[in-house]
């Protein structure tokens, strides 16, 4: 209880335990966001994405195109152990977080979509459709 209240977020900045919780709140601002920053530049023969999943590991990442939406999805855990020159631990933090986004992206060519991952940062490219897809709105009425 006595670290509880000790290690308040508003504490950030007490001289004693400055660089303490500078390092659990950088974790903690990575981790809570909940979403990622992502760019969407759309161009003549495709579009391209670029997110940004900093920590993330490449097979924890899932990309799926289905219904003219892309989603990206990432899972991140990070485990921290602290001990002292006896070995004896003395803190241990767990973090898991779960990101997601979906993104509407129409007239793609499924089948030629490529992914890269480097420095953190996801880029998707996904090309467009060279032919175009008629979509009829009427309906016949009976």
Not at 82 to 89: F, H, I, P, R
Request: glycine share 4%; aromatic share 10%.
């Amino acid at each position: 209880m006595a670290n509880e209240l000790r290690n308040r977020d508003f504490d950030d900045f007490a001289p004693f335990d400055f660089f303490d919780n500078f390092g659990k709140n950088f974790f903690k601002s990575m981790t809570q966001s909940g979403s990622m920053k992502t760019d969407i530049r759309e161009k003549e023969n495709d579009y391209e994405v670029a997110a940004e999943l900093p920590g993330f590991k490449k097979e924890n990442i899932v990309l799926n195109y289905e219904n003219d939406t892309l989603t990206v999805e990432g899972k991140h855990n990070v485990e921290k152990e602290q001990k002292d020159e006896k070995g004896n631990l003395i803190r241990q933090e767990r973090s898991y977080s779960n990101v997601s986004r979906q993104f509407y992206l129409p007239n793609v060519d499924r089948d030629k979509i490529s992914a890269s991952y480097d420095g953190g940062v996801l880029k998707v490219t996904l090309p467009k459709r060279t032919e175009k897809v008629e979509h009829h709105n009427q309906i016949p009425i009976d």
